[in-house]
């Protein structure tokens, strides 16, 4: 039958939601989405791809979108001619830092 829902939950008031960085697919290519479900009220204090090839690290902005738990685009925090390569998306907010590793195949 029809029983609870399965579905992941919006972030909600609750202090029990746990943070996390969804992103799919992985390898990612230039459609690739991301999701993230931050504890309520939490908010980036900073943001950062990082290139694991060159150790590099790039300031990403997170769109308002992404930051009330909807999918948005990986492009968005991607800067424009990205190679392709190993990447780690950096999520720091003061619960703690989130961290997602992805293959970037543009």
């Known amino acids: 039958g029809r029983g609870i829902a399965t579905a992941p ?8 939601e746990i943070g996390r960085v969804q992103l799919y697919p992985n390898p990612a290519t230039g459609a690739a989405r991301l999701r993230l479900t931050l504890p309520f009220g939490e908010t980036p204090t900073d943001v950062r791809v990082v290139d694991l090839k060159t150790g590099s690290s790039l300031n990403a902005m997170v769109p308002a979108a992404a930051l009330r738990g909807e999918e948005v685009a990986l492009q968005a925090l991607l800067p424009a001619g990205a190679p392709a390569g190993l990447y780690v998306l950096r999520l720091t907010t003061s619960a703690g830092v989130y961290t997602e ?5 543009p």
Do not use: I, N
């Open 9 to 16: 939950a919006p972030a909600t008031g609750l202090g029990s």
């Open 101 to 105: 590793r992805f293959e970037y195949q």
